[in-house]
């Protein structure tokens, strides 16, 4: 079975890779994850208050302080509680560049246009394949409207295009209230691609200590279906690549979200819980549910359930509600 395919300019021996994550922060990890068939290694997110902070001291002087404005100050980690800081992920990005013979992605995760972009382009030379800008933003200023902040992210995309020569990829969330014309802005602006979507991570509630309390939970299938939707609707409209992102833990979800679009495919929960090795696992489903149904190629069967084949994408839409509203049965 052929399952190469392109992502960001890059031809890949398949489309599978892993996702942001801790995983790539020890070699003998990212070792294992080229062994078990990575097509490429995408790190963890680094933030822009990191790079803010160290450049201006903030960090030093916020912990000096703690004990005096303990409750503003547990809002933000410390630096401490960073795997990497600035410098660090510098140095394992060469790392990684010079450990494994495949691309390295690295991952931005800021919300304004300032001097930490320039970052970039110490990422840029310190061996990353492409930049991945992780936008992750809830807006909660009631004078803020949604045009201002797609406007932000527009913003962000082009000032990082302006500066370096690596193809850049948009991680988005699903939240726009008008996705499919904000991806054609994004398009124009620069994006080499798009990947659907980041996690809003929810806190719970410390009732007794009257605290926000922050709460992990790695993804489900269920979270696949969300992605499939908006891969479907999005692919026809744009010439940029696309990745998915959340919910994928078997062959049979990459080969979904092939069909509805994408042209990467990143894994990151399923490999925490089951170890690197679970790459080659879902590339043999892969390759098995080809051979039976006769796909030769990934090429063949990308995109052949989106939405480009319906006439009328908004009353499929409107049907599929419709329908499943009234599915349910006592």
């Known amino acids: 079975m052929n399952l190469k395919t392109r992502w960001l300019g890059m031809e890949l021996d398949s489309p599978l890779m892993p996702g942001a994550s801790p995983l790539p922060d020890s070699f ?115 004078a803020e409207d949604a045009g201002a902040v797609e406007q932000r992210t527009l913003d962000i995309v082009r000032a990082v295009k302006r500066v370096l020569k690596i193809p850049v990829a948009v991680k988005l969330s699903p939240f726009f209230s008008a996705l499919p014309h904000f991806v054609r802005e994004l398009e124009e602006a620069g994006a080499d691609g798009l990947v659907l979507f980041n996690r809003f991570y929810q806190p719970d509630i410390d009732a007794a200590a009257l605290e926000a309390k922050p709460t992990l939970h790695l993804s489900d299938p269920s979270e696949l279906l969300l992605r499939l939707r908006w891969l479907a609707i999005v692919a026809p409209l744009v010439k940029a690549p696309l990745a998915v992102s959340g919910g994928v833990h078997t062959g049979l979800d990459a080969i979904k979200s092939v069909m509805a679009g994408a042209s990467a495919v990143q894994v990151v929960s399923v490999l925490l819980q089951k170890g690197p090795e679970q790459l ?51």
Do not use: K
């Open 28 to 142: 003998d990890m990212v070792r294992r994850l080229e062994d078990a068939g990575a097509s490429a290694i995408v790190m963890r997110s680094l933030f822009e208050e990191q790079i803010a902070q160290e450049m201006n001291g903030a960090v030093d002087n916020v912990e000096a302080h703690e004990d005096s404005f303990a409750e503003a100050t547990s809002h933000f980690p410390r630096s401490s509680e960073f795997s990497l800081g600035p410098d660090e992920y510098l140095d394992q990005l060469r790392g990684i560049a010079e450990a494994v013979d495949i691309p390295v992605i690295a991952s931005l995760n800021g919300i304004s246009v300032a001097g930490w972009l320039d970052y970039a382009r110490q990422i840029e030379q310190a061996g990353a394949s492409a930049l991945e800008l992780n936008v992750y933003y809830l807006a909660v200023d009631p």
């Open 280 to 330: 080659r696992v879902l590339r043999h489903e892969m390759e098995q549910w080809m051979q039976e149904h006769e796909y030769e190629s990934i090429q063949q069967m990308r995109g052949n359930m989106s939405l480009a084949r319906c006439p009328d994408p908004n009353a499929f839409s409107r049907a599929n509600y419709m329908r499943i509203l009234h599915s349910w049965r006592p």
